[in-house]
């Protein structure tokens, strides 16, 4: 267990709606990030934020968007959904010190658009 | 931009025997972090090995033991005694030591799918 809660695990939806994805980053990390892996697929970099703050972006794309909540607990909202946004979505979190650099990931949670 | 490459999709051993798994990645900073991360069937993400750019000594977690050559830019993943619970896609990844706002992302290989054989 890495300490970081994501959910939902699995999400059916259909084309064109709205979902929003929740994660809870380990207790003391103020680091959260956000991973797209497609089907058979390397992990993509979407976004990070740091205590509340978006700190850098990667490719996601501008029907997604997250933030993070005082409480450190982040949501990552994807809308007008596609087929291809199917995919397996993770959050990580890490301390803000230095320290021995890892990401700790959540299970994920998959989402299915049909 | 740090780039992280994986040239094997798919790589076998038996049962017992050993096997290698090629990274090299490209940057321009001195001193950063790498990983290998392992996938299995459950798609958790699991921390295999860690590796700081400025330590000479190649990293060794039990049957997971890395070679880290700084000057190539590259860092292959030996995995000795291989197991069956060691099938999985297995992921290197990147990171910058520099810590700046809380910290960078890891940067992904595209990875090698192992499998072990009876």
């Known amino acids: 267990d890495s300490g970081v809660t994501q959910t939902p695990k699995h999400l059916i939806t259909a084309t064109g709606q709205r979902v929003t994805l929740r994660c809870s980053p380990r207790?003391?990390?103020?680091?959260v990030y956000w991973y797209q892996q497609s089907l058979d697929q390397g992990l993509q970099f979407l976004i990070h934020?740091?205590?509340?703050?978006?700190?850098a972006k990667g490719n996601i794309l501008e029907r997604f968007s997250a933030q993070q909540f005082p409480d450190l607990h982040s949501e990552l909202n994807l809308s007008s959904l596609e087929l291809g946004d199917s995919a397996l979505y993770f959050c990580?979190?890490?301390?803000?010190?230095?320290?021995?650099?890892?990401?700790?990931f959540g299970e994920g949670s998959r989402l299915t658009v049909l | 931009a740090q780039t992280v490459t994986q040239s094997q999709p798919e790589m076998s051993v038996q049962e017992a025997e050993t096997v290698t798994l090629s990274c090299t990645y490209d940057?321009?900073?001195?001193?950063?972090?790498l990983f290998w991360y392992k996938q299995p069937p459950s798609r958790q993400m699991i921390l295999v090995i860690r590796?700081?750019?400025?330590?000479?000594q190649n990293a060794t977690e039990n049957r997971f033991s890395v070679n880290f050559q700084k000057a190539a830019k590259s860092f292959s993943l030996k995995i000795s005694d291989s197991q069956l619970g060691d099938a999985a896609m297995y992921f290197c990844?990147?990171?910058?030591?520099?810590?700046?706002?809380?910290?960078?992302?890891?940067?992904f290989g595209t990875g090698t799918q192992l499998k072990v054989e009876l």
């Open positions: 990580a979190s890490s301390v803000t010190q230095k320290n021995t650099g890892e990401l700790f």
């Open positions: 207790s003391g990390d103020l680091s």
């Open positions: 934020y740091y205590n509340g703050e978006e700190r």
């Open positions: 940057t321009s900073e001195s001193d950063y972090y």
């Open positions: 590796q700081e750019a400025y330590k000479q």
């Open positions: 990844a990147y990171r910058s030591y520099i810590l700046t706002g809380g910290g960078n992302k890891l940067t």
